[in-house]
Every structure is written in structure tokens, then in C-alpha cells.
């Protein structure tokens, strides 16, 4: 079964003092998988800036806009349509053998090759004491541990906006148990890295039913590479693994690898920056 | 004392036995290479060396050939120290030397592509993985790309020392951005600015072709598709330690010098400011650390890189030298494993001799190092410029509980070797008004390019200007002298 989306990305920045010159650098276009295909994509802003498609660091698309001249006020609008493939995340089967698997997680070459996505940042460092926050039962297939831990993780952390910001790190969020989806993320990533399995942070939309307007924000999710299956998503925030309903922008080692928005601003004074999500789904 | 004392500037040189002496071998006497100048230099009193320092000085200034020290708070310009005794190299002992340098630096690259794609080295086991994944240099944003004509290091500055054993070894591999060679270019042209006449009896290679040679590199790894490329040279600003070096090298080589504010990124091509509108930019020199290149990608607080950089770098449409990314091969711990590296690489024995190396990472190691402090030369392994060097035989029992502490904090930040003994020349001591035996080492500079490389038969002798000091660092207080390498008689 296909599923057609419409998303619409809105940002709205107002600055007390004229900005001179400022590039800002958007990664909110949904990439192109084996899942989802982006159709049309459309981008308009306020300030009769170009705006120029790119890639960042890791592969992704981002739309930059480059602001020569002077204004206090900016408003950036995306629209993206795209139709995305029904998933089955069981669509497998397990090994008969697990420990064929755990010898794979802990080989060497394999350790190089996820190599990125094992080792620790600044926000998905567990303290020492935390280290055995959740261990994997080697009796289970790699999978089974990974759906027990999206659902530890799920029932640890208490779903709380504005408790936590997006430089919040790990032992803070193990403290207060407190957050929203990128601490989920960021602790699900960590838990599972221990644990030898390579995670990486993925930034996209959830869609959450027709209508539903508003303050929404992006989401975020973790994808773990599963052996003999590959990468698979798992979004702890609401104890699923990722289907139909989540679609992928982009993904890196933490949070700071694919923020929606990287703005370089030459300007002085307060300025205020709001932004909305709309993700529709048409029949 | 040495017993021949017909030479009035060298009556008080006090020669100790110990020390590799550059210019007096194990009888006193004069080295073959020096004996013509020792004999010009008879003719001169302290005095005449007194007045000629002062001239060399004097020109230093005036170029504005200055630096200024970072870990000091009352910052201020000051001259890298020029001595007056050149450094003779013979044309023998410099083939082994340019041959070595340049083989680690092709070592170093097929390292780096190696990094960058397959991780081969990693994945056989030869090097850790967790020199990689642990090196805050390690780019992942470089994973795939491939820089034009394959060379990640263009320019590499390789650090030798001359051991009391006689043998040249290598300190450290400089493959960020090395910085010094202006220095070598301004020492040559000082020495003979104050004493021309020596120059007369000597056959020694010029070094002021390094400049059309480094054009030629950057030349070389232009974009694919681009006809006569435009070169360009960043630079932090005027605030820079090495802004003088970056002005040096633009004016020398004759391309722009230019700063972050002067380059901007249009559908990922890279454009310079000019009075006649944009001008695309095909090679970048950058004098710019990997986090401050494009605000963008790496640090968003950097006030000096270029936004979009990068992605204009990724799309292959601008080239960046060195590359960015290339710092992983220049960790300390890295070097340690350089003689493995040579031979996994070029499969061949290494030319140039590498220090032996503790890694506190290692339990074995670790343990060696702390009972033996007194005896080793302890450095973090990501730092430059010789900060944060602790040398066991002059640190007090406080200092070594102190530094024992540091390491068995966060070992994997340290590495530890053997108290190398540099050998020692004669340096004009202002003070003194007279020559002594002052610690030296040797900066060598090594190209690459598309099919090309060079090895600039020259160098910078740094001295250190502290009696009994090891570090020659400009940064911690060292000197400088002028280098020649003979020609094949």
C-alpha cells in the first residue's frame, strides 16, 4: 500500500536590530529510500532571497539562503510531497543462531565499519554508573533486545516539553527521567552503543493523523543496524518501530549532526524564532 | 673547554663531551663541512658578531617578521631570534633525509585516503581503532571524498633531531598546517644580507624555489574541469601568530591573501570579492583549522570560514589544501605507529628512524611511565606548538606526583619517549657576547601534488635559546638559523 504525503515546514525568525547578512542552512527535506520518495518540493521565503539546494557534510539535502540585504524580519516556508511504501518492520526472519550475530556486533571489522555511529558524543555519553543501565540478554536475537530496549526506554523517560533543550545531555535526562523525543533519542542511542549495536540519531516527520495542526515540532528517532537485517527505526518516544507514519530527513551521531536549522547571523540584539510542522496525508 | 682556542670567538665554548656537537666531532676537531667557515669566521671579533646580530635584527623588525606567544597574557610582537652560524648539512646525509621525508609523507596520504575509505589498516588490526574514533580530527564529514589528484597532504613539515648516536630521527609529522617556512626564505636573505662574502666559498642549494614549487602543487590538484586555476591563501587575520607567514607566502607565490569575509559560496561555487565583481576560486590554501573552515559544517561560532565551504569542497568544485580532516595522521599517538604504517603502505622499510614510544593507553606502558617519569619526555598527544610537554629529569618529586596524576587521569591523552638527547651548535649568545652550544633541531618541508612532489632542500634549524632547554618551539622561547644543504661536488 502507498501513502501520499504533504508536509509543510514553517519558520519564522523576527530580529530587534537590522541583520546585515545572514545564510541560513535548512535540513528539512525528506530523503529519497528504498520507503519514501520525494515528488515535488517547494520553497518560498519573505525576503526575495534565493535559494539554493545543497549537500552537508554527511550526504543530506539542506536549502541554503544567502540575505545580502538588510531586514528584521524573516519567514521561510517548505512544502514537500512525497508517497512512502507500506512497512512491515517483521518483514524477516530471525537467525537460528544468535551468538553468530553477537560475534559479528564485537568483530573488529565490523567495529571500524559502524565505527561512527558506536562511539560516544557529547550527548550520548552514559556516566560511568549508568553503563549497565540496560544489558542486552545474549539467550535473545539482537532484534528482541532492541524492541525491549525501545520499550525500557520508552517507560523511562516521562514524555515533558520545555524541561529539556537540544544541548541536554545524558545525566541530566537520567536524573530527572524527563523529556522529549531527541532525549529519548540521544539515551536510546547511547544504551544501545554500549551494547555494541551502532545507532544513529534520525531527524524527520510523524505523521499523527489527519488534521492536526499546530505547534507541532520535527521528530526524532533512533535507526539500529541489526545484523542480516540492516538499519532499522525505532521510535521509543511512542514504543514503535518506525513505519509508514515516519518520514526521514536525515541522520548523523547525535542531534547537533542534523539540526532543522543552522543559521550564521551577523547581527546584534534579541531576536525570536518560532517554528511549525504540518504533516497531512491524503487518500 | 675545547683545546683549540686560536679562534678568539670560540675561546669560551664549553664543549660537552655528552652532546653531539654539529660543528666539533668527538676530538675537537672541526667537522669537514665547517672548517671553511670556521676559518672566515676567525677573522671576526665578538664584537663584529655583536654589531651584525644587531643589523639582523634590525631587518627582522622592519620586515615585521614577528610572532606573538599565546600562553602569555601580556601578548606581545616579538622576533623569532636569527643566528648568525648557519647549519651545514652535507649533500650525503641530506639524501637520506629527503628521501625519508618523503616517504612518510607519501605513507601519511595513503594513510589518510585509507581512513577516509576502507579503513583497511583499522580493520587488519595494525593501527587501533581507537586512535581514530577517539581523535577529534577525524572528520566523518570526509568519509568518501576523494580530494583532486589524491593528496590529502600537500604540505607536510617533518621534525628531525640528530640524536648523540649520530642518527637523524623524526619527532613529529606537521601535516595540519606547518607553518615556519617563511623563516627559511628570511633567514637566507638576512645571512646575506650580514655576511655575503661566505656565501662565495660554499655551493648550497637555493631555497627561494619553494615558492614556484608550491605554486605548482596547488596548480596541480586544481578542480577537474578547470582550466588555469585562481590560488588563493586564507588566513585567520592580522591577529594571527603566523599572519606574517600567510602575507609572506601570498606575496611571494603572487596570489591573493585573503580572509573569510572576502570569499563567498554561491550554489556551491567559491567566490572572491573583488573591485571587478566575484571571481570564482578553484584552490584554497587555508591557514585555517579544520573547525573554523565553514561555520556551516563544523563550528558555527567561527567568525573566520566561509559558510558553505564544504559542501562547495564535497561537490569537488573547489579544492582545499590540506585537506580537511588531515590532523588524524598528525596525532602523536598516530606517529607511533608510523614505521608500521610505511611498511603496510609502500612496503618498504623505513628510511628515517622514528622515537621510541610509550602509549599510557597501553597497561604495560602506562605502568612503565609512571615508575619512570624522571626519565621520559611526557606530551598530550593532540596538542602543537610544544605546550603541555612535561620533561621528567627537570621536574621537581611535587611536579611528577602532579604529572602522574594528569596522566593516570585520561591516559589515552598522553604518550611518553625516551629523553632524546639533540645534538648541539654553536649559537651567538647575546648575553654572553660570545658562541656556545645551544640544543637544535631540523623542519623540513615536504610537497605533494598530481605527479608531483618536492622536498625543499633547505630547512628550518630551530634553537633553543635557554641554556640547557630541549624545546625549540618559537612559541616557548626558541631561535632560528639558517640552513644549508651542500651540493654533489
Given at each position: 500500500m502507498k501513502y501520499d504525503y504533504t508536509i509543510k515546514y514553517r519558520s519564522e525568525n523576527h530580529y530587534e536590530t537590522p541583520v546585515f547578512e545572514a545564510y541560513w542552512q535548512f535540513l528539512v527535506t525528506p530523503e529519497n529510500n528504498s520507503t519514501q520518495k520525494l515528488i515535488t518540493e517547494k520553497f518560498t521565503t519573505s525576503?526575495?532571497?534565493?535559494?539554493?539546494?545543497?549537500?552537508?557534510?554527511?550526504?543530506?539535502?539542506?536549502?541554503?539562503?544567502?540575505?545580502?540585504?538588510?531586514?528584521?524580519?524573516?519567514?521561510?516556508?517548505?512544502?514537500?510531497?512525497?508517497?512512502?511504501?507500506?512497512?512491515?518492520?517483521?518483514?524477516?526472519?530471525?537467525?537460528?543462531?544468535?551468538?553468530?550475530?553477537?560475534?559479528?556486533?564485537?568483530?573488529?571489522?565490523?567495529?571500524?565499519?559502524?565505527?561512527?555511529?558506536?562511539?560516544?558524543?557529547?550527548?550520548?555519553?552514559?556516566?560511568?554508573?549508568?553503563?549497565?543501565?540496560?544489558?542486552?540478554?545474549?539467550?535473545?536475537?539482537v532484534f528482541e533486545n532492541c524492541i525491549a530496549l525501545n520499550t525500557f526506554i520508552h517507560n523511562f523517560i516521562t514524555f515533558k516539553t520545555g524541561v529539556t533543550n537540544t544541548n541536554t545531555t545524558l545525566p541530566t535526562i537520567l536524573e530527572n527521567k524527563e523529556g522529549v523525543c531527541q532525549d529519548y533519542t540521544h539515551l536510546m542511542c547511547a544504551v544501545a552503543r554500549v551494547n555494541q549495536v551502532p545507532a544513529r540519531y534520525v531527524s524527520g516527520y510523524l505523521h499523527q493523523g489527519d488534521g492536526f495542526l499546530g505547534d507541532m515540532q520535527m521528530h526524532a528517532w533512533t535507526e539500529l543496524y541489526i545484523p542480516e537485517i540492516g538499519w532499522v527505526g525505532f521510535d521509543s518516544t511512542n514504543n514503535l518501530v518506525a513505519n509508514h507514519n515516519h518520514i526521514k530527513v536525515a541522520h548523523g551521531k547525535d542531534y547537533n549532526d542534523c539540526p532543522p536549522l543552522k543559521g550564521i547571523v551577523y547581527s546584534s540584539g534579541n531576536n525570536f524564532t518560532k517554528y511549525t510542522v504540518e504533516v497531512n496525508h491524503q487518500q | 673547554m675545547i683545546k683549540n682556542t686560536a679562534n678568539p670567538i670560540f675561546s669560551s665554548y664549553e664543549k660537552k663531551d655528552a652532546l653531539y656537537d654539529e660543528i666539533f666531532d668527538e676530538n675537537d676537531e672541526v667537522r669537514d663541512v665547517y672548517k671553511k667557515l670556521f676559518e672566515l669566521y676567525s677573522g671576526l671579533s665578538s664584537n663584529d658578531f655583536g654589531t651584525l646580530n644587531e643589523k639582523a635584527k634590525a631587518t627582522f623588525f622592519n620586515q615585521g617578521i614577528t610572532f606573538q606567544v599565546y600562553s602569555d597574557a601580556k601578548a606581545q610582537e616579538k622576533i623569532f631570534p636569527f643566528d648568525l652560524f648557519p647549519r651545514i648539512i652535507d649533500a650525503t646525509e641530506w639524501e637520506t633525509i629527503e628521501k625519508g621525508v618523503l616517504q612518510r609523507s607519501k605513507a601519511l596520504n595513503l594513510f589518510l585516503h585509507d581512513v577516509y575509505h576502507d579503513k583497511k589498516i583499522i580493520k587488519e588490526g595494525i593501527v587501533p581503532l581507537d586512535l581514530i574514533s577517539s581523535s577529534s580530527n577525524y572528520l566523518q564529514s570526509m568519509m568518501g571524498i576523494d580530494p583532486p589528484g589524491g593528496i590529502y597532504n600537500h604540505i607536510s613539515g617533518t621534525d628531525l633531531i640528530k640524536h648523540s648516536d649520530g642518527h637523524y630521527y623524526v619527532l613529529e609529522d606537521n601535516i595540519r598546517c606547518p607553518s615556519g617556512v617563511s623563516y627559511v626564505m628570511c633567514n637566507r636573505n638576512a645571512l646575506k644580507k650580514a655576511l655575503f662574502g661566505v656565501f662565495n666559498h660554499y655551493d648550497i642549494h637555493t631555497v627561494t624555489d619553494y615558492a614556484e614549487n608550491l605554486l605548482e602543487i596547488l596548480e596541480s590538484v586544481k578542480p577537474n574541469g578547470v582550466d588555469i586555476p585562481t590560488v588563493v591563501v586564507i588566513t585567520p587575520g592580522i591577529y594571527n601568530s603566523a599572519y606574517y607567514e600567510h602575507s609572506y607566502l601570498a606575496k611571494t607565490i603572487g596570489i591573493e591573501l585573503v580572509e573569510g569575509r572576502d570569499l563567498f559560496v554561491e550554489n556551491d561555487f567559491v567566490y572572491m570579492k573583488t573591485i571587478s565583481g566575484p571571481k570564482r576560486v578553484d584552490v584554497i590554501y587555508r591557514r585555517i583549522d579544520d573547525t573554523f573552515l565553514d561555520p556551516l559544517e563544523f563550528r558555527s561560532d567561527s567568525a573566520i570560514g566561509v559558510p558553505g565551504l564544504f559542501a562547495a569542497y564535497k561537490k569537488g568544485n573547489v579544492t582545499i589544501v590540506n585537506a580537511p580532516g588531515t590532523g588524524v595522521a598528525d596525532d602523536k599517538a598516530i606517529y607511533t605507529y608510523m614505521p608500521d604504517i610505511i611498511k603496510y603502505y609502500l612496503d618498504e622499510e623505513p628510511i628515517l628512524k622514528n622515537v621510541h614510544t610509550y602509549h599510557c593507553s597501553r597497561e604495560d606502558d602506562l605502568k612503565y611511565v609512571l615508575e619512570n617519569i624522571d626519565k621520559l619526555v611526557i606530551k598530550p598527544v593532540d596538542e602543537a606548538g610544544g605546550y603541555g610537554i612535561s620533561i621528567g629529569n627537570k621536574l621537581t618529586k611535587e611536579e611528577i606526583k602532579q604529572v602522574q596524576e594528569v596522566i593516570k587521569k585520561e591516559p589515552r591523552k598522553y604518550i611518553a619517549q625516551p629523553i632524546m638527547s639533540l645534538s648541539v651548535h654553536a649559537t651567538f649568545i647575546e648575553d654572553e657576547n660570545s658562541f656556545e652550544q645551544r640544543h637544535v633541531d631540523l623542519r623540513t618541508f615536504t610537497l605533494l601534488g598530481n605527479q608531483k612532489d618536492f622536498v625543499l632542500k633547505g630547512g628550518l634549524t630551530r634553537v633553543a635559546l635557554k641554556k640547557g632547554n630541549l624545546i625549540v618551539n618559537s612559541s616557548q622561547g626558541g631561535g632560528s638559523k639558517d640552513t644549508w644543504i651542500l651540493k654533489n661536488k
Open positions: 525576503v526575495n532571497a534565493r535559494i539554493e539546494e545543497s549537500v552537508n557534510g554527511l550526504g543530506f539535502t539542506t536549502s541554503r539562503i544567502h540575505c545580502k540585504k538588510p531586514f528584521k524580519d524573516i519567514v521561510f516556508e517548505a512544502e514537500f510531497k512525497l508517497t512512502k511504501r507500506e512497512v512491515n518492520p517483521f518483514d524477516f526472519t530471525l537467525p537460528l543462531d544468535n551468538s553468530l550475530d553477537y560475534e559479528l556486533l564485537s568483530s573488529l571489522p565490523f567495529r571500524v565499519e559502524f565505527e561512527a555511529y558506536l562511539k560516544n558524543t557529547a550527548l550520548t555519553i552514559l556516566p560511568k554508573i549508568s553503563e549497565d543501565l540496560f544489558k542486552f540478554e545474549q539467550s535473545k536475537s | -
